[in-house]
Nanobody, 114 residues
Framework: VQLQAFGGGLVQAGESLKLSCVAS????????MAWYRQAPGKQRELVAR???????IYAGPFKGRFTISGDDAKSAVYLQMNSLKSEDTAVYYC?????????WGQGTLVTVSS
């Protein structure tokens, strides 16, 4: 199974981007789906997590600017990013957690110029 993440790119500070991630086949039942990111020289960190049933969890710095949504029937997860800042520059990775294992996407690069 592969997770295909796309939607990254180069934007200016203050602009928006929407990332998408879709599995190559159904991963039902899904326990949770998430986005992580890894900035240059830093460790990978959680951005947001979508739980089966629709509840969401955000890491502190992203609350209010980023919105995660999911469609477990499609094994797809999305991340709407608004008011982007230069410090949001990173490779963004999607993750789908089934009840038996984790799946990771290949990452999509987001570059925010100031």
């Amino acid at each position: 199974v592969q997770l295909q993440a796309f939607g990254g790119g180069l934007v200016q500070a203050g602009e928006s981007l929407k990332l998408s991630c879709v599995a190559s086949r159904s991963l039902l039942p899904v326990a949770a789906m998430a986005w992580y990111r890894q900035a240059p020289g830093k460790q990978r960190e959680l951005v947001a997590r979508w739980l089966s049933g629709g509840s969401t969890i955000y890491a502190g710095p992203f609350k209010g600017r980023f919105t995660i949504s999911g469609d477990d029937a499609k094994s797809a997860v999305y991340l709407q990013m608004n008011s982007l800042k230069s410090e949001d520059t990173a490779v963004y990775y999607c993750n789908i957690d089934t009840h038996s294992r984790d799946y990771w996407g290949q990452g999509t690069l987001v570059t925010v110029s100031s």
